[in-house]
């Protein structure tokens, strides 16, 4: 069995880009894990995980929660800079 690290070094996902799809899909942190590896595998799903993330700072800004509107904020970026769109 793998486990969360397993899924995250494989798929080259932060702990913090998991944590946010767990939260945005209330989910366990490891079912996120195992979820974004297959989604991030391909165009379409990184296009689904940035919609996730986005969703993520949307939610923080509507919230009024600043610092975690800017925490997702900043892995977000990552997550693009590590799993460009593709165009």
């Not at 939260?23 to 991030?40: S, Y």
């Not at 610092?67 to 460009?84: C, I």
């Amino acid at each position: 069995m793998l486990s969360i690290r397993d899924c995250l070094d494989y798929c080259d996902l932060t702990d913090d880009e998991v944590a946010l799809i767990a939260e945005h899909e209330d989910i366990p942190d490891v079912a996120a894990a195992q979820i974004a590896c297959g989604l991030v595998q391909t165009p379409e799903g990184v296009l689904i995980l940035t919609r996730c993330l986005t969703d993520m700072v949307d939610r923080a800004e509507r919230g009024g929660d600043r610092e975690k509107a800017e925490r997702a904020r900043l892995v977000f970026a990552r997550f693009l800079k590590d799993h460009p769109l593709v165009h």
